[in-house]
């Protein structure tokens, strides 16, 4: 008995996160029935019993902290680092969590909100980019993911323009369009591999640019499916916050990852 359960376990979560096999069925359900739980009961016990109020500066300090998470994991794959579980994925997203909450504590305690936090993140972000500037072997998937970035942003920010939606989804968009960038430019340019499950069918079938209406259509079923299943305004503006997470952390890692193995 024990040896089958180990044997799933190996099998469809940890092999996947050394192998770089990515995502299959099993984990996936497993990891987004991990991360819904997570975002409702990190509202619910940390955020709003410390009276953090979930606004542009609860986004901005968790940032430094994503960008850390993300790019650890990106040096991982650079064989800068060497892997463990708890820089892999998605183990890096424990790390990045366990890091950041004593900095939040103090910061409600100490009434500095967010500016513990902030530091604290941003000193972890510069020791992981230092490593990724050091390491870099070429600089041009970065310059075609701001490409794509670039003019995917100046779409949103135009129909953000003509009709407005709540500003702190905008953030999520606009990472979630960064994410779409560099996973295009890694897939459609540099040869890289899908890791997601359904999104690798689907690339195999249309070609990464398909990305863009997948996504997008997914934004926004999100953005209205929040809007009427969580009706108190912060719980639902915690979860944009999950949201933009889960855009900026593949999109910090993903270039950072290819200028770490592609020269030139």
Request: charged share 15%; net charge neutral.
């Amino acid at each position: 008995m024990l040896e089958s359960v180990w044997q799933f376990l190996n099998q469809y979560f940890i092999e996947p996160m050394y192998t770089r096999e990515g995502y299959n069925a099993v984990n996936t359900f497993v990891y987004a029935l991990l991360f819904g739980l997570g975002v409702i009961y990190s509202y619910r016990y940390i955020i709003k019993p410390l009276r953090i109020k979930v606004d542009e500066r609860l986004f901005w300090a968790v940032t430094p902290m994503v960008v850390f998470g993300a790019t650890v994991r990106a040096l991982v794959d650079g064989n800068v680092l060497k892997p463990n579980f708890w820089i892999l994925t998605p183990g890096i997203f424990f790390t990045a969590f366990f890091l950041i909450l004593p900095a939040i504590f103090a910061d409600a305690k100490l009434g500095t909100y967010p500016k513990v936090t902030v530091g604290w993140g941003t000193v972890l972000a510069l020791w992981a980019n230092y490593l990724l500037i050091t390491n870099a072997k070429g600089w041009r998937p970065y310059e075609l993911t701001m490409i794509h970035t670039v003019i995917s942003w100046a779409a949103v920010l135009a129909y953000y323009k003509w009709r407005p939606f709540d500003k702190l989804y905008l953030y999520a968009v606009l990472a979630h369009m960064y994410d779409m960038g560099s996973t295009v430019v890694g897939i459609h340019y540099y040869g890289y591999h899908e890791v997601h499950w359904i999104e690798n069918h689907l690339v195999q079938w249309f070609g990464a640019y398909f990305y863009y209406p997948w996504i997008t259509l997914i934004l926004v079923a999100v953005y209205y499916g929040l809007k009427y299943l969580v009706p108190d305004e912060e719980e639902r503006r915690f979860w944009y916050l999950a949201i933009y997470v889960l855009g900026l952390g593949p999109a910090v890692r993903d270039p950072a990852q290819m200028v770490l193995q592609i020269s030139g």
